[in-house]
Nanobody
Framework: QLVESGGGLVQPGDTLTLSCAVSGIGLSYWSIGWFRQAPGKEREAVSSISQNGRTRLYAAFAKGRSTLWRDDRGNTAYLKMTNLKLDDSGVYYC????????????????WGQGTQVTVSS
């Protein structure tokens, strides 16, 4: 089970840290990806962190504004985004894959229910 938290209402330029609590599957065995979906739009990848935490992938819009890390002992992964923009609004999901570090959502096996992020002035 994956459970996201940390979403909410923020203003443009703010920073937000999302958490992904993993239970039942052991975080250390999985790469973790973050995805988002805005109303009326397709789900898109944000970033991912490999199983061993050594590599990260970022979507173009997330580069320079996103930081990922993982706490395998605490079974929690994190995504921090800075300088949030109106277009960053949406439901953010974390997901787990054993297919390596990838931004391809079809390769992810387990998904959380999502946490809403709303960027508004």
């Amino acid at each position: 089970q994956l459970v996201e938290s940390g979403g909410g209402l923020v203003q443009p330029g703010d920073t937000l840290t999302l958490s992904c609590a993993v239970s039942g599957i052991g975080l250390s065995y999985w790469s973790i990806g973050w995805f988002r979906q805005a109303p009326g739009k397709e789900r898109e990848a944000v970033s991912s962190i490999s199983q061993n935490g050594r590599t990260r992938l970022y979507a173009a819009f997330a580069k320079g504004r996103s930081t990922l890390w993982r706490d395998d002992r605490g079974n929690t992964a994190y995504l921090k985004m800075t300088n949030l923009k109106l277009d960053d609004s949406g439901v953010y999901y974390c997901a787990a894959t054993d297919r390596g570090d990838t931004l391809n959502p079809t390769l992810y096996r387990y998904w959380g229910q999502g946490t809403q992020v709303t960027v508004s002035s």
